[in-house]
């Protein structure tokens, strides 16, 4: 993958002083939608490396790329833009990603994981430590999450809110044994304290396996909450269930005197159930003053008790 700067640079000198001069004013114009332009006292006759800096400075690398391909189509010479958007491989994942662009915003990109022949388009959370692949994200009940298995296969939600990436796609990235991946779990209870855990050697089954989570050694200061609160409940090794495909190992679960056939009849949502167990996080959102007494919440009992404590806001994400 060439640096961005360095594919808008050899795009640019392609073109005629002339078009650079065309190319400049449509920056300098209000036509592209959804992008600020950029004054035309900044850059009207400034020379292609100014241009190419101006691009980054202002849309950021991803956006840059977006709006050169935009204007160059606008433009009628089709050809450039796409040859830039040939030459331009948004990475294998977001970790890839900031490696390369170390000033990169967080955002949305798009990605090509090895072995998948489609790209897709991914939040990436570029902190200082890396850039993590956003997976879920709930902040709020305008998405639902008692979904089916198609669903949860696929994807849903929008990937700047609340959303859930797809167990095809999380499978596709951490597929690659040549790669070993961390999970990040960060947690808000309803007071706005943050706890979190992190999973080394994270990593997906495939849908005959129905995407089994395997996670190694944790740590963080959430508890661990996969392998469970007390013993028998290990989410380890546990295949994902749905209301309609169920692997959560109840034949049915015993609970005090409830006999409880599927983990996602009373916990909601869907998840890797073990017996339920500790950790459940795609139940149903509750508001504050109505998060307390739901089994269908998003818990993390090794954090937050009572048991029944639906927390305020989740993000779970993978780096390499």
Request: hydrophobic share 35%.
């Amino acid at each position: 993958m060439a640096r961005v700067p360095e594919l808008l640079l050899a795009t640019l000198e392609e073109l005629l002083d002339k078009e650079l001069r065309t190319f400049q004013w449509f920056l300098s114009s209000n036509v592209l939608e959804g992008f600020p332009h950029i004054p035309k006292s900044r850059v009207d006759g400034v020379d292609r490396p100014r241009t190419v800096d101006l691009l980054v400075q202002t849309y950021g690398y991803n956006d840059a790329v977006t709006v050169t391909v935009d204007i160059l189509m606008r433009m009628k010479l089709k050809l450039w833009a796409e040859t830039l958007k040939e030459n331009y491989d948004g990475g294998t994942d977001c970790t890839q990603i900031k490696a390369l662009m170390p000033q990169a915003s967080s955002g949305v990109y798009v990605i090509q994981p090895k072995g998948v022949n489609i790209p897709f388009k991914v939040y990436c959370e570029m902190r200082p430590d890396g850039g993590w692949t956003v997976f879920q994200r709930r902040s709020g009940g305008a998405v639902s999450f008692n979904r089916k298995w198609a669903a949860y296969k696929k994807g849903f939600g929008n990937l700047t809110q609340d959303h859930w990436l797809g167990l095809q796609m999380i499978f596709s990235l951490t597929k690659n044994k040549t790669k070993k991946w961390t999970m990040r779990v960060d947690l808000w209870d309803h007071e706005d304290v943050t706890a979190f855990a992190e999973y080394r050697n994270f990593r997906l089954g495939n849908e005959q396996a129905a995407f089994k989570l395997h996670v190694g050694k944790y740590q963080g200061n959430a508890g661990d909450a996969i392998r469970g609160a007390y013993s028998g409940i290990d989410q380890n090794g546990y295949g994902f269930s749905t209301p309609d495909r169920d692997n959560d190992g109840c034949s049915p679960c015993i609970f005090g005197d409830i006999a409880e056939a599927k983990c996602t009849n009373s916990n909601g949502g869907s998840w890797w159930y073990s017996r339920c167990g500790s950790a459940s996080l795609n139940g149903d959102w509750h508001p504050a003053g109505d998060h307390i007494g739901w089994a269908s919440g998003l818990y993390w009992h090794t954090w937050k008790k009572p048991a029944q404590y639906s927390l305020k806001a989740t993000r779970m994400m993978i780096k390499s």
